[in-house]
């Protein structure tokens, strides 16, 4: 009997522990979840993404771009159970919880980053522990040019180009906040503007928004 009781207490240890993990309920966009947290439904703000708007109230804001990188997040976390990983302040703008979503032993904000559905966003700071892995995966993905990064996202004629030389008629991305601005525009060439677009169609194409100042 005693024997039998040791055997079944290792076994128990043995079983894997989800009592830290959070049900996804709904893939809302790009970046951001709700999950079953503490019995409560609560919405999660991936931490140093920020993918192409897919769900925004003006809709001139969603892009083909966002549909796309909102899809794959749902693929990937629909209805899993995830860990979540919080930074030094968990709650910030809109109530929402920041975090990093862990799926399958898979850090998924670095994998976004990875896959070029989003730049490393660091506008609210970075984290010292996946610094490095963010900064590499970012190069990897515009290394291969991938979503964000790509050059063109159709090789048809009605997809123009992106250009990488500055234009006075041209356009100015922002691979940071994924923003496009005019020239003239007192935006136009921020430190983080490193991508050129001949048209605004173009800019749109690849999954930018508009400047709310210039409005192009």
Sequence with gaps: MKKALIILIILLLALPCFA???????????????????????????????????????????????????????KRLDNKSVDLEFDSKPRRRYGRLLAYVIVDGVNFNIELVRRGWSPYYTKYGINKKYHAQFVAAEQ????????????????????????????????????????????????YNCSKCTVKFENRRAAIHAGYVPCEVCKP
């Excluded at 019995?39 to 003006?58: C, Q």
């Excluded at 090789?155 to 496009?180: C, E, H």
Aim: glycine share 6%; hydrophobic share 35%.
């Design 20 to 74: 830290d993990q959070y049900k996804v309920l709904k893939v809302v966009d790009g970046d951001t979840i709700d999950i079953l947290y503490m019995g409560t439904k609560e919405r999660i703000r991936l931490l140093n993404v920020n993918t192409p708007e897919s769900v925004h109230l003006d809709q001139s804001r969603n892009t083909l771009m966002g549909k796309k990188a909102s899809a794959y997040t749902k």
């Design 140 to 187: 990897n993905a515009k290394a291969q040019g991938l979503n964000i990064w790509a050059v063109a996202n159709s090789k048809s004629a009605n997809s123009p180009a992106i250009t990488k030389t500055i234009t006075a008629k041209g356009y100015s991305g922002n691979v940071k906040s994924l923003k496009f601005h005019r020239s003239g525009c007192k935006y």
